[in-house]
Every structure is written in structure tokens, then in C-alpha cells.
């Protein structure tokens, strides 16, 4: 059972098969094996669970025994703990009003299908060209030129490796290159605001940009959003994309913004802020902020339930 939970870890699945099969002549039942493929997902991930789960499945087929007990097993993602992620419905922050469902969410069963995704074989077809948002036009763009880097953990602290993250922001003005972005406020010809790139070994990322200026959205009259960098973060499958905002430390909108101050738990909202990282900062080039994103457990990042804003 112990070669079975390595082989199931380490993704060997032709030996996996192998395994499985042969434990059906010593006894092991169906039930066990599913057993420590569920134990296998806490230290290997989820993903590779099911990609486990898919394989045992197989190896059952195969010999005519069926595979019922692989057939119910896909493992369930973790929810997480009360109050460390903003709600649906937040009254403060005005559109949530509109947009959060009035119904009780119906249970869908999960399937193989959420386990698998553009990054399940890597993400070799992102280039690296994109992770410098000062260098995508012509020109250089106006603004406070900054560092923004850290690393995706789990809840161990252990690095997530080749994991893609994505990110958009306004320019040093406060402006989008969006059609429904109205605020008087310059564009910038050389900057997008958009950047993405692929975690190493070791989780880290770096990103080479300008700092984001405030801008109003509305929400109140005279509401002001702290500036902000939007965060996608995608692992290999599907139901793995989670979507997030950072902040800067000292920043006194953060106080009265109703979309950072939607995550109840005061800790999970500091997750939110990158701190000024000394370190990070190049003599005569760019400041450094440092900012860990943490998959979750007790320190989970929060995550929004929409991408506005
Ligand atoms: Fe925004």
C-alpha cells in the first residue's frame, strides 16, 4: 500500500496500474485502495489524486472487477474556514447587491473533468516576455517603476511550482485600458497593464511594472479604490483558478474600500497587502514589494468571487 500511495504521489501511473492490479490477489479491497489515494492527495495535491483516482479506475476496468469505489472518488476541494474570504453579497460594496445569487447554491458532483486543464502537462506555451510590463511598447511608461515578487505556498508553507499567474492594473493615473473605464484620467501609450508568468521550482515569480495609481468607481459618491494589482492564479485543472487583488502597505483607502474590507477576518485582509521590501528595491532602478500568495488552509490569501474593480 505504501508503493501504491508513492506511485499515486509521484504520478508513475503505468506502475500504478501495475500495483493495483496485483493487490487484488492479496486481499486489499477497493475501499483501501481508495483510502490511500485520499491520503495521497494531502501531500501531492488534488490534481494528482485524480489523475490517480483515473488510472486505479483503469487497472479495476481492466480485470473485469469494475472500479466502484474510483468511480465516487474524486476528492473534494477544500472549503475554506468562515470569514476568510469575502462573501457573495457585501452590502457596502454596491454591485455585489445585484449580483450575488438569492437562491441556495445547488450541489454539483464533482468530476474527473475539474481535475484537468491547460496546465495539467505544464505551461510550456507561455513565454516569459510578459512578466515586464514596462517593456511592451515603444516607449517607457510614466509612473513609480516597481518590483512586485513573492512566492504561491500551501498551507505548509511548501512552494506550488508552475503555477501561472496573471495580473492587470490601471496606469500610474488610475486608468484602464477598458472601454468602460470613463475616468478622466490619461492613457498611457506605453503600458497595457497586463502581465503573466509561470511560478518556478521554488513557487517564486517576479513582475517588473508600474506602481498603480487610485481611481473612483462609483460604488458611493466620492468612492475611491486603493490601488491594486488583480491576481489570477491558475494550477494545472480547471476548478484550480482562483482570483485576487494586492494592495500597498499605508495606503489609507484601504480603510474605507468596501471591497478589501468585504473579507471579515482582519488577518486574511492583511494577507492582502505586499509589504515595502528593502531587499526587492534596486539602487537607482525600482522599489520592491514582496507579496506570498498561500493556496489555502489557515493562512489562505482571500479570493474574490468576481474580477470587477
Ligand atoms: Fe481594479
Known sequence: MLTIAMLAALGHHDELKLHIR?????????D????????????AGVPTANAAFKHALKAYSADGEGGHAMTESSVPY????????????????????????SRAPLPLAQTLSETTGPGANGWSWVGAEMADLTRQHKGTPIGERMIVAGRVLDEDGRPVPNTLLEIWQCNAAGRYIHPNDHHDAPLDPNFT???????????AYRFLTVKPGAYPWRNTKNAWRPAHIHFSVFGPAFATRLITQMYFPGDPLLAIDP????????????????????ELSEPEWALGYRWDIVLRGRAATPVQTDAEH
Request: aromatic share 6%.
Open 22 to 30: 496485483a493487490t487484488q490477489n492479496t486481499g486489499v479491497t477497493q
Open 32 to 43: 483501501e485502495v481508495k483510502e490511500i489515494l485520499l491520503k495521497a492527495a494531502v501531500y
Open 78 to 101: 477544500r472549503h475554506e474556514r468562515a470569514g476568510t474570504h469575502p462573501p457573495y453579497l457585501h452590502a457596502a460594496y454596491g454591485s455585489t447587491v445585484k449580483r450575488a445569487p
Open 193 to 203: 497593464g497586463a502581465g503573466r508568468m509561470v511560478c518556478n521550482e521554488r513557487g
Open 259 to 278: 471591497i478589501f474590507q468585504s473579507t471579515p477576518d482582519a488577518d486574511a485582509r492583511a494577507s492582502l497587502v505586499a509589504a515595502y521590501d528593502p
